[in-house]
Structure formats: C-alpha cells, structure tokens
C-alpha cells in the first residue's frame, strides 16, 4: 500500500459544480497536511494548509478525518480556473526527522 | 518579493553524462527541498536542507546524485552519470520554518526539466 494515495482521476465537472477528493495515508503519527494546486507544466502552489478542525477559504474546504487516516478537499461554485492537478501533502515528523510525501495528484477539469 | 529561482529551465543530456542544476531560494528561507517529479507523478522529496546542513537525504540516490548548499542560501543538484530513468522534472523549493510545522508554506521554483536520451 502507497503511503500516500489519491484519486487520480480526471474528473471531469461542469463550470459550478461541487466536486470532492480525497487522500488517504497510512502512517497515524502524521501530523501536517496540505493541498497544493498545480496546473500544467507549472510549479506547485499551496492552496490551503490543512487543520485538524477543518478550514474553509472562499470555495474551498480542506478536512482532516485522523480517524480514517484521510484528507479531503471540497470545491464548490467550480470555475474553469479551477482546472488543475491537486496534491496531497503529508508531513510526519519534525525538521531533521520529518518524512514529506506527496500524493500523485488529482486531475481536475471543469468543463463550461 | 522574489520567488524561488532555478536554471537551467530545460537541459537534454546523453545518459552516462553529468549534469548540474542550480537553486537560489527565497531571501531569508532557512529550509531547502529539492524534489524529482516523473511524469504524472507527485513530487518525491531528494533532499533537504536546514541552512548548509543535510537534515534529510535518504531518498538521494548517493551513487550518482549529490547535492550541496554552500553558505546555507544557493544550493546546487547534480547528477553523475545520468540514466534514461533520470528524465523528469527537479525542483526546488524553500520554506521560511522546519518541515512538520503545520504553516509551513513551501515555495516552488519553476524546475528544471531534464530529458535523458
């Protein structure tokens, strides 16, 4: 089992839909979560941080379930900016002992 | 602000050759990833950095690739001998704090894409 894994998709949605995904990770002490947006032959941007009680900017909500050992990202009100690859990120541990993973990537399309 | 800057943007090698990328974080940034991107897969962190010293290399090929930060702000990636499966994407990125943290943003630079023929 992948110690990161997402959905690769396309999913493929029309301008104004709601459209979830998620990432699920194997290693319970982790501890940092991410979603970085890239779009073609770019580079990674952060979209938004991840927090245990959830968080919410504009159209874009990120959840944490350490229950389930899973991350999700929730768009609503999609635009065809939003067309991209979405990363997981998830950190465990700290500094010198910190483990990075980045998920492969959710392909995103919104269709007018 | 200036972001993270990297050269070459593109380089096209023959496999056994060596080449070198290089890497200017963001001013002040103490931490500095290098990451390999193959196609259609996420990052996979290289190495990292804390100002000039190594706090993590375990996923660094050692046989061919090294990597160094001289006075804890450039950093250079090379590799030596190259290999076909060495074609992808290196980027570099840097973070005002310590991996783990949990607002600890990284910024990327826009990469160098490599082709070995």
């Known amino acids: 089992r992948k110690e990161v894994e997402q959905d690769p998709g396309p999913f493929n949605v029309p301008e104004g839909a709601t459209v979830a995904f998620n990432c699920t990770y194997s290693n319970s002490a982790s501890q940092s979560f991410f979603w970085y947006r890239q779009d073609c032959r770019k580079e990674p941007k952060l979209l938004m941080s991840v927090y245990s009680s959830g968080n919410e900017d504009g159209r874009f909500t990120a959840q944490l379930n350490r229950a389930s050992q899973y991350i999700s990202l929730l768009i609503r009100d999609s635009k065809l900016s939003d067309s991209a690859t979405y990363l997981c990120v998830v950190i465990t541990g700290y500094s010198s002992a910190s483990k990075i993973i980045f998920g492969s990537g959710t392909r995103l399309s919104i269709r007018p | 602000e200036a972001g993270v800057a990297q050269s070459p943007r593109y380089k096209i090698i023959e496999k056994r050759q060596s080449v070198a990328f290089w890497c200017n974080p963001i001013s002040g940034h103490a931490t500095l990833y290098w990451y390999q991107q193959i196609l259609g897969q996420g990052p996979k962190l290289l190495i990292q950095?804390?100002?000039?010293?190594?706090?993590?290399d375990s996923q660094l090929p050692k046989d061919r690739f090294s990597a160094e930060r001289l006075k804890g702000v450039d950093s250079t990636l090379k590799i030596q001998p190259a290999k076909l499966e060495d074609s992808a994407v290196y980027l570099c990125?840097?973070?005002?704090?310590?991996?783990?943290?949990?607002?600890?943003?990284?910024?990327f630079g826009p990469g160098t894409r490599l082709t070995v023929l």
């Open positions: 990125a840097s973070s005002k704090g310590l991996a783990g943290d949990p607002y600890n943003e990284q910024f």
């Open positions: 950095f804390q100002n000039n010293g190594v706090v993590d």
